[in-house]
């Protein structure tokens, strides 16, 4: 793939440059300078550009969930454990499993940059709100891997949600969703979900229309579609988190239909 590629070759820290760039270098091994730009080397055109998408994508993910695991004031072999059983999930292996415990790990620093992590991170995926939905949906996964949500990580996913310009009202469906078994390992360790559980996963109420319902699942479904998320910046490697999704959107709006004889 071409930005594991760079990353490895040591070209993306200098040409992001900023907070992304530095913990790139971090997790690819290389000296990066914090405070460097670098942009306009190469063929590359700044933000946007899809291989930088990718690579930012990679690297925010995995460092802010370090963050939000710290968020407590510590971290547990429990959480770090948790942790990595997202990788798994997400379908990292071998040395990009590597790459992302180290930036786990430099999310956990204390004086990990936050606020200009996301602020460049929201700069360089520019208007593409798919992916900041799906990484939003990742650090809830983290955050849920054990089936519950610290009040602190309740507060920093808040913040995470006033940077990135996600209303909270989107980050309380999406936490609905999880606790219906979207996206863990409950509902598709079983390839089934109750009929309650299939609602919460669509997003509606059982009060909805069926012409609702259809626009829901639509919706839905054209957010997670793997396809058009690697297209907007979504890395390969991450693709089997969406495709499980995918998967169980269908399978909850073939529940409700069934329930409704539609």
Known sequence: MAWWGKALGGAFGFMVGGPLGALMGVA?????????TGIGQSDWKGSGNQDRVQAA????????????AKADGKVTRDEIRLAEEVMRQLGLDGEMRE??????????????PIDEVLDQFKSELRRRTTLLQMFLEIQLQAAYADGLMDPSEEKVLAHICQRLGIPLVQLKRMEEMLKAGFGGQRQASSGQSSLPDAYAIVGVEKSVSDADL??????????????????????????????????????????????RGI
């Open 214 to 259: 259809k626009k829901a699942y639509r919706r839905l479904m054209s957010q997670h579609h793997p396809d058009k998320l690697v297209a907007k910046g979504l890395p390969d490697e991450m693709i089997k988190d969406a495709t499980a999704k995918t998967q169980q959107i269908k399978s909850a709006y073939e529940l409700i239909r069934e329930s």
């Open 57 to 68: 994508f990679f690297t925010a993910t995995f460092s802010v969930m370090g963050y939000i």
């Open 99 to 112: 790459s992302a415990k180290k930036l786990f790990n430099e999310g956990k620093s204390d004086d990990f």
């Open 28 to 36: 690819f091994g290389h000296n990066f300078d914090r405070g460097m």
